[in-house]
């Protein structure tokens, strides 16, 4: 049987994604993807980036199983096995990475997530080593579009704890951990790339 799951929108996203990685990646290095997911981004985009360890998580088994079905199905050699990874846990089987992506996870997990991504991004990235998070944020002095409030409220109805993350928010956690916002990127479907490097 075929563990392979599918999230449409990744279609969509994997190559405006895949080029802000290309500007804001390491060549050489470990890449930790937090929050994994179907497994589909890491099996498109790590064949694409070849110098670098591609280190897939999910705190999920499903998913785990879905990565994994996924690095069967693609050539990609340096795709490395995934591994289970809850982004709150304080806890991290890892401790060091060349630069982190965490895509389409910010919104659908309790705010712990996020408070864990940041903090594990300040322990284990190198100075000026990428933080690259991608997904639907609330941006201050920015109109949000209808679609994105509807998104938010589904959300909400779904899990109190989920919902689009104003980014200042976002912003003022990884200035805590020591890493700086440095770049925007408007993405289709009203998504946004935001690029944090460590101090």
Known sequence: MDARRFAPATLRNRDPIGAVLADE???????????????????????????????????????????????????????????????????????????????NMIHISPPGATVGLMAGAGRLLPVGGPLIVYGPFLEPEVVTAPSNLEFDASLKARNPEWGLRNMDWVDALAAANGLQRTRRVQMPANNLTLVYRKL
């Open 25 to 103: 990646l390491p060549e050489q290095g470990t890449l930790l993807e937090v929050a994994a997911g179907t497994g589909e981004h890491a099996a498109y985009l790590a064949p694409r980036f070849p110098g670098l360890a591609w280190q897939p998580t999910d705190p999920d088994e499903d998913a785990l199983a879905s990565i994994a079905a996924w690095r069967d199905a693609t050539a990609a050699s340096r795709l490395l096995a995934p591994l289970k990874l809850d982004a709150a846990s304080a806890d991290w089987p890892f401790t060091s990475a060349d630069a982190m992506l965490c895509v």
